[in-house]
């Protein structure tokens, strides 16, 4: 007797009628064109090309011993030559698979296209749960290779009596599996593609399969694990042992992410469920995408913490050479001078770089990001010596110093005074200017860090804490000052350019009013690194003003389209520029820089980008903090500088950015990712009486605004709770209201 099949195979020459059933439809189209059948466990089915890269990957899973459910793959049979083809063997497969229909079927797509490593084309193609009889899974495997048809030239394109192969719809197979109904199931990454974390897991899960989740319509529970797949996090948060996947669960979805990443040789993304009797099968594996290039091994640690208060936005590159470059060198001699880093690392690592213009500089070399080996280090004799050594010679610096940096602050202000205003200036004497000023800033930042290293440094009152009493002072003999006077305002008190970042473009505008109602007590009486960071600060606003000038006598002769354009030359190529050069060659090309780039507080550079160096998150109610900067202890309620500020405010911030010395009155506290105890606005901070922590790992993310904080100013701890905020004990808001001043 003829099989079904066969009957309709000998009927394929007539035209099918209206009452034809869809099956035979297919049949009838696809004469001479039936896929080959791929079992999903045979090695064939291993291969992306013949079988498509999701069903190649289970293949290889199950190759591997992982938990992946029987199935088969419909494929070109020009692309499987000597595999069963034709309607028979479709017709068994399906029916041993199904049990001849009482069981039900999942029917997907498997593109060379999808599931690779630099695009996985997630939900691009169709899926077809539940197909249960022969009608419904042919007309399933139709509806998956339509899809595959508009992908590629659009719907209007898709045939309506699509053939069962692959090549006809640009080598899309087709992977039929058992329909599984899922207990629990989610998906997970391997990595944290976000953070660029490897040594984080990510699984979301919900009830029943993974589909309502990966097509958004359920949002599910998102748990972070570690490796070994204890769990870190989970959000909406819920007791250990509760909820959708215990920690025995957990621990077997860790398993099979290390699996799958040896199998494939890298962290993958992949979709599960477990099952009513509680067993784990793998869906589909896939390598993660738009992943962060993983650092080398020998990359070091980098952070804007040092650096960002005084370079709080991003550089252009002639800002670079004029301001960033000394600072790397004047940091290295200082280093050098005190013998507390070898000379090898120093001469082959830039102390500063920058990444995208931020500016950022090598932790451990300024001894703010811990030793790569501290027990190495501890046993190493010769870094014992090294240190014996620089005490010896701070020693020697603590006496010789103040000397030096009062002749040094006496020469810069008799250069800068002796400068006649740019306009009148030849060309030439702009460049030696702003020349002069990158040689003298680097002697001045090596003399400020030393200055800084020895003890007491932290002690007296701020250029910053001057300028905002001048401040104080000007309101309340005119009120407000308008912008307009700014340029006035800092021609007579050149303390206010302490409140403002160094820049080639537009200056910030100084703070419309201050909090401040101390008395001005004069520039001389600031400690000796206070008088050098002021002095950078004016070397700074002299180049920028000389560079100015430079930059609107070339625009006016035709060689610059634009003054502002300027800041996109190199030192060398404005020197040149200004000796009758020509432009580069690209620069028309150049495209001032964009601010969207913010540098994590640690970090290190993997192709040029910068990876956040991992730190173990601490949960709200736990205690994690820093290093403290003083101003006692208070409590209040986190605050990010935006919007309305709370009565008792901790200011939770990720730089310590100079324009924030306006808000320091009044505030309950104030905590910092990055910084240092000795930073301009910590020490400002200490003047005001405002607790103050720094160097607290990721403080904007774990401290939202609104959150009950208590800052500790001594310890650096900083602890979240529940309760209601309050303010007092020796430091704090109480602190900061005897100061205040009405606007």
Not at 221 to 227: A, H, I, K
Not at 372 to 385: E, I, M, S, W
Not at 559 to 578: F, H, I, K, M, S
Not at 582 to 592: M, Q, Y
Request: hydrophobic letters at 45%; aromatic letters at 4%.
């Amino acid at each position: 007797m003829a099989t079904e099949a066969e009957r309709t195979a000998g009927a394929a020459g007539a035209e099918p009628t209206e009452r034809a059933a869809p099956a035979a439809r297919t049949e009838r189209a696809a004469r001479g064109a039936w896929p080959a059948v791929l079992p999903l466990h045979s090695g064939p089915a291993r291969d992306p090309d013949r079988a498509g890269a999701k069903a190649a990957n289970l293949a290889r899973a199950a190759a591997a011993g992982l938990p992946v459910l029987p199935g088969f793959v419909l494929t070109d049979p020009a692309l499987a030559p000597g595999t069963p083809a034709g309607p028979d063997a479709l017709r068994a497969a399906w029916r041993d698979l199904s049990e001849n229909g009482r069981r039900p079927l999942i029917v997907r797509s498997s593109s060379a296209h999808e599931d690779a490593a630099d695009s996985s084309m997630a939900g691009w193609y169709e899926t077809v749960p539940d197909v249960r009889g022969w009608e419904d899974f042919a007309a399933a495997v139709r509806r998956v290779l339509d899809s595959a048809a508009r992908a590629l030239v659009g719907p209007a394109a898709a045939p309506r009596e699509a053939p069962l192969r692959a090549g006809a719809h640009g080598h899309m197979a087709v992977l039929v599996q058992p329909m599984l109904r899922a207990a629990a199931g989610g998906v997970m990454f391997g990595a944290d593609p976000v953070a660029g974390r490897h040594d984080r897991l990510l699984v979301s899960a919900v009830g029943g399969g993974p589909d309502t989740l990966v097509d958004g319509t359920a949002q599910g529970v998102r748990y972070q694990l570690t490796r070994r797949g204890r769990r870190v996090a989970a959000d909406p948060a819920e007791p250990p042992g509760t909820g959708l996947l215990g920690r025995a669960r957990l621990a077997r979805l860790a398993s099979l992410a290390r699996r799958t990443e040896r199998v494939f040789g890298g962290p993958q993304d992949v979709e599960f469920g477990f099952d009513a009797d509680g067993r784990l099968w793998l869906f589909q594996s896939r390598p993660i995408t738009a992943m962060p290039p993983r650092p080398p091994r020998t990359a070091r640690l980098l952070g804007p913490g040092p650096v960002a208060e005084t370079f709080p936005a991003v550089l252009q590159p002639l800002e670079e050479d004029l301001w960033v470059a000394p600072m790397s060198h004047g940091l290295t001699v200082a280093l050098d001078v005190a013998g507390t880093a070898p000379r090898r690392r120093l001469r082959a690592l830039p102390v500063v770089t920058t990444v995208d213009g931020r500016a950022a500089a090598d932790l451990r070399l300024l001894g703010a990001g811990g030793s790569a080996h501290p027990v190495r280090d501890f046993l190493n004799p010769l870094r014992g010596a090294r240190l014996l050594g620089a005490a010896w010679r701070m020693g020697r610096l603590r006496t010789a110093l103040p000397a030096l940096a009062l002749d040094l602050m006496a020469e810069v202000d008799e250069q800068l005074a002796g400068l006649p205003e740019p306009a009148s200036m030849v060309g030439g004497r702009l460049l030696d200017a702003a020349d002069w000023g990158r040689s003298v800033l680097s002697a001045l930042h090596a003399q400020e860090s030393l200055a800084g290293a020895l003890p007491g440094a932290g002690a007296g009152g701020t250029a910053a804490g001057e300028a905002l009493a001048v401040l104080a002072e000007v309101s309340r003999e005119g009120g407000r000052h308008p912008a307009a006077d700014d340029a006035e305002l800092i021609a007579r008190h050149p303390v206010l350019l302490a409140l403002l970042p160094p820049s080639l473009g537009t200056a910030p505008a100084l703070p419309a009013r201050t909090r401040w109602s101390g008395v001005p007590r004069g520039v001389g009486a600031l400690p000796v690194r206070e008088g050098l960071r002021l002095r950078i600060r004016w070397v700074q606003e002299m180049q920028s003003r000389v560079v100015a000038e430079l930059a609107e006598r070339l625009a006016a002769a035709g060689v610059l389209d634009g003054a502002a354009r300027v800041a996109l030359l190199r030192w060398p190529e404005l020197v040149a520029l200004a000796a009758g050069g020509g432009l580069p060659r690209d620069f028309a090309e150049r495209l001032p820089r964009p601010e969207r780039l913010v540098l994590p507080a640690a970090f290190r550079l993997a192709g040029g980008r910068p990876v956040a160096e991992p730190q173990d998150p601490v949960g709200a109610g736990a205690a994690g903090g820093g290093q403290g900067a003083g101003g006692g202890s208070g409590a209040g309620v986190a605050w990010d500088g935006t919007g309305e500020r709370p009565d008792a405010a901790v200011l939770v911030v990720p730089v310590l950015d100079p324009g924030l010395a306006p808000q320091l009155a009044g505030l309950a506290g104030l905590v910092a990712e990055t910084g240092s105890a000795l930073s301009h606005l910590a020490v400002l901070a200490r003047e005001f009486g405002v607790p103050t922590a720094v160097g607290v790992p990721g403080a904007v993310v774990r401290f939202p605004p609104g959150t009950a904080l208590a800052v500790d100013g001594t310890t650096g701890a900083v602890t979240a709770s529940g309760g209601a905020a309050r303010s007092g004990g020796d430091g704090g808001a109480a602190r900061g209201d005897s100061r205040e001043a009405a606007a």
